[in-house]
């Protein structure tokens, strides 16, 4: 799978989250378009930075090699230079374990930006032959309330502007809030000049999961693989069917809250909201995310918004700005005893409210927040600290953890070395650990080496559920195959929600498969 981005930026890793949402981490430290983590989670194959091309890294890469001198003193052109490139990006996915690349071209048709991707995958049919390419174009067939009517017209004017690009849609996905009759089937298909079996209803879910089913009832993948000259046999979806089963069944209500600085643009948490709702799946709940701002710290606590939730998520971030709420809101969820999950930075707001509160450590904070702190209970890493470029300079992609027998996150992983994807620059300072873990707080995952926490906890006689990691674990949950933390997570939630306790250690519903990668340095 794999996502081209018309966009200038090199990659999304120096977005702001309020204008292009989460950015994904693949295994090999790649930061992407959230798209990829909807790929993964549907396909269930581990990508990478090859599968993420931007319009920056693109020209980044046509320059660099004009000035190596790789063409020869030509003068540089968007035909051809710029088109190869991304055609060469296309068939860098193409490698003997792959028999079908899926590119999806972002952005959408009549942009100014989009045009060279446009002339690149016309190209690209004539390069590698018209019975190995096929060309989906999605479109929106809207509603117009007052006249009662879908309307084809977005669908005939895009199919136009494509069809003036050289590009001739073999299938048109048609978008819409309700199913498209056979008669705007057979309208579209003769105005658009693509058969009828070719005119998909893509008409909204109540889910989101259910969409493959949906797809596969219209018979979009029978008709790919027809044009395709593939071999054509009835697909396997009864894992996929349980699955969407579970997920209808899924019944007891429960509500966590998020804390979190971009709560305004849910997209900004893609992936950790469906890693709830896949830890739902698991154990029946239906999970309800109330999106908190973090930004007012006093007002979190005193307007009692915390009161009335089942559980507490503390996702990623930067800066400082909402960090005192995220702080209140970890405290909180300790000291009351509610079901508490901190990411990477909810990792570090945990740490640093435990070394106020339980450790005594005035003014204890990050050096990232407050340079001048005290305590900085959460440091820059040596080799971070003269570095001034912001793009690429994390701890980026997957890296072990080896888990302390007996903890809460040894229980729910079942293994004793664990891998998971970072994203983050900062770390739990070594000098203060064992004054924390004196007060109580469990350095339950390291590093191989011991020398970065990758875990916390506290103890089950202390919280019924209190854990964060430096990692970002929603990565890599599947919505058949929830992961272990956030399993663990949403029973201890469900288990509060219904009055038990807690249960450990936790099962998910079905055997993990996750690969396990050679330790990275």
Same mark, same amino acid.
């Given at each position: 799978?794999?996502? =081209?981005?018309?966009?200038?930026?090199?990659?999304?890793?120096?977005?702001?989250?309020?204008?292009?949402?989460?950015?994904?981490?693949?295994?090999?430290?790649?930061?992407?378009?959230?798209?990829?983590?909807?790929?993964?989670?549907?396909?269930?194959?581990?990508?990478?930075?090859?599968?993420?091309?931007?319009?920056?890294?693109?020209?980044?890469?046509?320059?660099?090699?004009?000035?190596?001198?790789?063409?020869?003193?030509?003068?540089?052109?968007?035909?051809?230079?710029?088109?190869?490139?991304?055609?060469?990006?296309?068939?860098?996915?193409?490698?003997?374990?792959?028999?079908?690349?899926?590119?999806?071209?972002?952005?959408?048709?009549?942009?100014?930006?989009?045009?060279?991707?446009?002339?690149?995958?016309?190209?690209?049919?004539?390069?590698?032959?018209?019975?190995?390419?096929?060309?989906?174009?999605?479109?929106?067939? &809207?509603?117009?309330?007052?006249?009662?009517?879908?309307?084809?017209?977005?669908?005939?004017?895009?199919?136009?502007?494509?069809?003036?690009?050289?590009?001739?849609?073999? $299938?048109?996905?048609?978008?819409?809030? %309700?199913?498209?009759?056979? %008669?705007?089937?057979?309208?579209?298909?003769?105005?658009?000049?693509?058969?009828?079996?070719?005119?998909?209803?893509?008409?909204?879910?109540?889910?989101?999961?259910?969409?493959?089913?949906?797809?596969?009832?219209?018979?979009?993948?029978?008709?790919?693989?027809?044009?395709?000259?593939?071999?054509?046999?009835? &697909?396997?979806?009864?894992?996929?069917?349980?699955?969407?089963?579970?997920?209808?069944?899924?019944?007891?209500?429960?509500?966590?809250?998020?804390?979190?600085?971009?709560?305004?643009? &849910?997209?900004?948490?893609?992936?950790?909201?469906?890693?709830?709702?896949?830890?739902?799946?698991?154990?029946?709940?239906?999970?309800?995310?109330?999106?908190?701002?973090?930004?007012?710290?006093?007002?979190?606590?005193?307007?009692?918004?915390? %009161?009335?939730?089942?559980?507490?998520?503390?996702?990623?971030?930067?800066?400082?700005?909402?960090?005192?709420?995220?702080?209140?809101?970890?405290?909180?969820?300790?000291?009351?005893?509610?079901?508490?999950?901190?990411?990477?930075?909810?990792?570090?707001?945990?740490?640093?409210?435990?070394?106020?509160?339980?450790?005594?450590?005035?003014?204890?904070?990050?050096?990232?927040?407050?340079?001048?702190?005290?305590?900085?209970?959460?440091?820059?890493?040596?080799?971070?600290?003269?570095?001034?470029?912001?793009?690429?300079?994390?701890?980026?992609? =997957?890296?072990?953890?080896?888990?302390?027998?007996?903890?809460?996150?040894? $229980?729910?992983?079942?293994?004793?070395?664990?891998?998971?994807?970072?994203?983050?620059?900062?770390?739990?300072?070594?000098?203060?650990?064992?004054?924390?873990?004196?007060?109580?707080?469990?350095?339950?995952?390291?590093?191989?080496?011991?020398?970065?926490?990758?875990?916390?906890?506290?103890?089950?006689?202390?919280?019924?559920?209190?854990?964060?990691?430096?990692?970002?674990?929603?990565?890599?949950?599947?919505?058949?195959?929830?992961?272990?933390?956030?399993?663990?997570?949403?029973?201890?939630?469900?288990?509060?929600?219904?009055?038990?306790?807690? %249960?450990?250690?936790?099962?998910?519903?079905?055997?993990?498969?996750?690969?396990?990668?050679?330790?990275?340095?």
């Amino acid at each position: 799978m794999q996502k =081209l981005d018309p966009y200038i930026n090199v990659d999304p890793g120096t977005m702001n989250p309020f204008q292009h949402g989460e950015v994904f981490v693949t295994d090999d430290g790649g930061e992407t378009d959230l798209d990829l983590g909807h790929y993964e989670r549907f396909v269930d194959v581990p990508l990478s930075k090859k599968s993420n091309a931007t319009t920056g890294s693109i020209y980044q890469e046509v320059l660099a090699k004009e000035r190596r001198g790789a063409y020869l003193g030509q003068t540089v052109q968007v035909i051809p230079h710029i088109t190869d490139e991304i055609k060469e990006r296309i068939l860098r996915l193409a490698d003997d374990d792959v028999d079908v690349v899926i590119t999806e071209v972002g952005g959408t048709v009549g942009d100014i930006e989009i045009l060279p991707f446009l002339e690149a995958i016309r190209q690209f049919r004539k390069d590698v032959g018209r019975e190995n390419v096929f060309y989906v174009h999605v479109t929106l067939v &809207p509603f117009i309330g007052p006249s009662g009517e879908q309307k084809t017209k977005p669908t005939q004017h895009s199919v136009t502007e494509l069809r003036g690009r050289g590009i001739q849609p073999d $299938a048109i996905v048609c978008r819409s809030d %309700r199913p498209i009759p056979t %008669r705007l089937k057979e309208k579209i298909s003769q105005l658009c000049d693509v058969p009828e079996e070719g005119i998909v209803s893509a008409v909204d879910a109540d889910n989101l999961y259910e969409i493959p089913l949906v797809l596969h009832d219209e018979g979009l993948d029978d008709y790919v693989c027809r044009v395709l000259q593939l071999e054509e046999h009835e &697909p396997n979806l009864d894992d996929w069917k349980e699955l969407v089963r579970r997920v209808r069944s899924a019944d007891q209500p429960v509500r966590v809250g998020l804390v979190g600085k971009y709560v305004n643009l &849910p997209d900004a948490y893609l992936s950790v909201a469906e890693a709830l709702r896949h830890g739902g799946y698991a154990c029946g709940a239906k999970v309800e995310i109330d999106w908190i701002a973090s930004d007012d710290a006093e007002g979190l606590l005193a307007e009692g918004r915390l %009161r009335e939730l089942d559980g507490i998520v503390i996702p990623g971030g930067f800066g400082f700005r909402g960090i005192e709420g995220k702080i209140a809101a970890a405290g909180y969820a300790r000291e009351q005893r509610i079901p508490y999950l901190g990411l990477c930075l909810g990792m570090q707001c945990a740490v640093i409210e435990f070394a106020r509160d339980a450790c005594g450590l005035a003014g204890a904070n990050s050096s990232e927040f407050d340079p001048h702190t005290p305590h900085p209970v959460i440091d820059l890493m040596d080799e971070q600290r003269e570095v001034v470029e912001l793009g690429g300079t994390m701890r980026l992609g =997957l890296y072990p953890a080896r888990l302390e027998p007996g903890s809460i996150v040894h $229980a729910a992983y079942d293994e004793e070395v664990v891998y998971e994807r970072h994203r983050h620059r900062y770390e739990v300072n070594n000098r203060y650990r064992s004054r924390l873990e004196e007060s109580g707080l469990v350095c339950s995952g390291t590093s191989p080496d011991g020398r970065l926490v990758e875990f916390v906890e506290l103890s089950v006689s202390e919280h019924p559920f209190f854990v964060s990691t430096q990692a970002h674990p929603e990565f890599k949950s599947r919505p058949d195959r929830p992961h272990p933390l956030f399993a663990a997570f949403m029973r201890a939630v469900a288990d509060r929600a219904d009055g038990r306790a807690p %249960r450990l250690p936790i099962e998910t519903p079905t055997e993990r498969r996750d690969m396990v990668p050679p330790v990275r340095s």
